[in-house]
């Protein structure tokens, strides 16, 4: 599992840590790590240009320590220094001492040596910066032609909630020191981040056992599939019933049942309007053309993808939310689902709506849930008690306790239609296998990742939905604990 921590959690742990060791050591295994990633970006380090836009205080410290290193293997480093007179004392003098330029921000020869630079580091404004970049580094970052190489997070974004509020820089990898920041693996700051790598410098033993943010790996996720026993049947693997489709979407009930089916459910009841579509597509699914309460015994229910806005749609959702089951609620499930009739529900209620849903679902602009996907994710789990999953280029999934998961195996694959009917299908399948709403919103998730990397390209939803076999024989091959 990877985890996150906020900025002033890892505040306290360096703190903490500091405490016990000589003066400048974490800076000294920062900088190191920043220094091996760089040697690593640039292929060989003897011979090539260096530049380091250097703001103020620790983060500008990692540059010019780690610039000195990179200096004394036969760089060519030159910092370019935002602010002169507040550069780091001791940064600056090993830089000096390894014999590299130093120049500033606003002379002419600052433009030139980023200009010719084969990698700069960003060691701008650190994990404590909020909003934009400032005018003066803004129009340097904006003449970047070389890779960059951001330190601990790219300078502009917001370390705790992803927000971008200005410009920012866009790395080409960003080094992070200690612990990830949830911003790092969260839209829109993820983009900015590039490929991320974390350099251990202790801090371990002094974060706390409950992270801010979390993402399931391979084998947490195998670790957490349901698997039938020797005396499984399929009632005992989970019967998923399933409200979708309507006269003019029934594909979506076809992608929802194909998701269910080869998400492992033992059994699918379907009820609506599009049970000969069905029932062509799929004959192992029980159909009836009424409504979830005429179609039997289930252990959870998968309701609202293309059902539509008119009364048959609100007495699916109505009376799939009357049922003591778990239930997984999306697309046009989602506008009558009662954020009091949720809360009041004793069983497990997963929502999955996209941004636009989630802006309705709010209130608020589509372009505020963008901005801040992790505060949207977490308001909705509040407002409706909940698990909630926010579908995106990385997903999120929340309860309105504890901390929010991330889902690591999106791609832009995905975004195709009817690719969110499969995965409504998939969860509600994990769901009636009696995983938990968190647990199957976010193994759900990153099964339909792993499916959509591994189906044709480009992929149409039906190969999605096709390609889950092969993903849960990947995550089957996988190491895992006992279940």
């Known amino acids: 599992m990877r985890t996150a921590?906020?900025?002033?959690?890892?505040?306290?742990?360096?703190?903490?840590?500091?405490?016990?060791?000589?003066?400048?050591?974490?800076?000294?295994?920062?900088?190191?790590?920043?220094?091996?990633?760089?040697?690593?970006?640039?292929?060989?380090?003897?011979?090539?240009?260096?530049?380091?836009?250097?703001?103020?205080?620790?983060?500008?410290?990692?540059?010019?320590f780690a610039g000195a290193r990179l200096a004394r293997r036969g760089a060519k480093v030159t910092a370019v220094l935002l602010d002169p007179d507040r550069a780091h004392p001791g940064g600056l003098a090993a830089l000096r001492a390894a014999r590299a330029d130093v120049v500033s921000a606003a002379q002419g020869p600052a433009r030139a040596a980023l200009a010719r630079a084969d990698l700069v580091l960003d060691g701008v404004t650190g994990i404590g910066g909020r909003g934009g970049l400032r005018a003066d580094a803004a129009r340097l970052v904006a003449e970047l032609s070389a890779p960059v190489l951001a330190v601990d997070l790219p300078s502009g974004v917001d370390a705790d909630t992803g927000e971008v509020r200005g410009d920012a820089v866009r790395a080409l990898a960003t080094v992070t020191f200690g612990a990830l920041k949830p911003g790092l693996l969260v839209a829109p700051a993820q983009v900015y981040a590039g490929a991320v790598r974390l350099v251990d410098i202790g801090l371990g033993p002094y974060l706390p056992g409950e992270p801010d943010l979390e993402a399931l790996q391979h084998a947490d996720a195998a670790a957490l599939l349901p698997r039938p026993g020797a005396s499984s049947d399929k009632y005992r693997r989970g019967v998923l019933g399933i409200a979708a489709g309507s006269a003019r979407y029934p594909g979506a009930a076809v992608l929802a049942v194909s998701g269910a089916l080869r998400g492992g459910a033992g059994a699918v009841r379907y009820a609506g309007t599009a049970a000969s579509e069905v029932i062509a597509r799929h004959p192992e699914t029980l159909v009836t053309s009424g409504s979830p309460a005429e179609a039997g015994r289930v252990q959870a229910w998968a309701v609202g993808p293309g059902l539509g806005d008119g009364a048959d749609a609100r007495r699916a959702v109505g009376e799939a939310l009357d049922a003591d089951v778990p239930v997984l609620v999306d697309a046009d499930g989602l506008r009558h689902a009662d954020p009091a009739r949720v809360r009041a529900r004793r069983a497990a209620t997963v929502l999955t709506p996209h941004a636009g849903e989630a802006a309705a679902l709010l209130d608020t602009?589509?372009?505020?849930?963008?901005?801040?996907?992790?505060?949207?994710?977490?308001?909705?789990?509040?407002?409706?008690?909940?698990?909630?999953?926010?579908?995106?280029?990385?997903?999120?999934?929340?309860?309105?306790?504890?901390?929010?998961?991330?889902?690591?195996?999106?791609?832009?694959?995905?975004?195709?239609?009817?690719?969110?009917?499969?995965?409504?299908?998939?969860i509600g399948s994990l769901l009636a296998a009696g995983l938990s709403g968190r647990d199957a919103a976010a193994v759900g998730a990153y099964l339909h990742g792993v499916a959509g990397r591994l189906a044709p390209t480009p992929p149409a939803a039906s190969d999605v939905a096709a390609a889950l076999p092969a993903a849960w024989r990947e995550l089957d091959a996988a190491p895992h604990g006992p279940v």
Request: without cysteine.
């Open 365 to 426: 602009p589509r372009e505020a849930v963008e901005a801040a996907r992790l505060d949207s994710v977490r308001a909705l789990a509040r407002r409706y008690g909940a698990t909630v999953l926010l579908k995106g280029s990385a997903t999120l999934v929340a309860d309105a306790e504890g901390p929010v998961r991330v889902n690591p195996t999106g791609t832009g694959r995905l975004a195709t239609a009817g690719s969110g009917d499969v995965l409504s299908g998939l």
């Open 5 to 64: 921590h906020r900025v002033e959690t890892v505040r306290a742990a360096e703190h903490a840590l500091m405490a016990r060791l000589p003066e400048g050591t974490l800076m000294r295994r920062a900088s190191a790590g920043l220094a091996a990633s760089a040697a690593t970006l640039l292929g060989r380090v003897y011979g090539t240009r260096v530049a380091l836009l250097a703001g103020s205080g620790g983060n500008g410290g990692d540059a010019l």
